[in-house]
Nanobody, 119 residues
Framework: QVQLVESGGGLVQPGGSLRLSCAASGRNFSINTMGWFRQAPGKQRELVATITSGGRLNYVDSVKGRFTISRDNAKNTMYLQMNSLKPEDTAVYYC?????????????WGQGTQVTVSS
């Protein structure tokens, strides 16, 4: 079994910064693509950013230039540096990973971490 654990959420004023982390733990697995999704109240979950095992990046247009996704493959950890935060960035942020476990490709989610941008 593999677990994804997020951390780093919280309350921040508009224009502020936060850094989210997502650590994967378990045995006998390898991670392919990792990503961050978010879900605001009353809205569908949306993709924020993804990073492949080779380092290819993808961002939703609304966060380009403000958010930076990265990963440390040695630590099985992914990060999301969020700068110039706006109230519309308020949401629960979820970590996602496509993982090869015992020869099977599986999709894992973290439990989510709340990000609130408000003055």
């Amino acid at each position: 079994q593999v677990q994804l654990v997020e951390s780093g959420g919280g309350l921040v004023q508009p224009g502020g910064s936060l850094r989210l982390s997502c650590a994967a733990s378990g045995r006998n697995f390898s991670i392919n693509t990792m990503g961050w999704f978010r879900q605001a109240p009353g809205k569908q979950r949306e993709l924020v950013a993804t990073i492949t095992s080779g380092g290819r990046l993808n961002y939703v247009d609304s966060v380009k230039g403000r958010f930076t996704i990265s990963r440390d493959n040695a630590k099985n950890t992914m990060y999301l540096q969020m700068n110039s935060l706006k109230p519309e960035d308020t949401a629960v942020y979820y970590c996602n990973a496509i993982i090869l476990l015992w020869g099977k490709v599986m999709n894992y989610w973290g439990q989510g971490t709340q990000v609130t941008v408000s003055s």
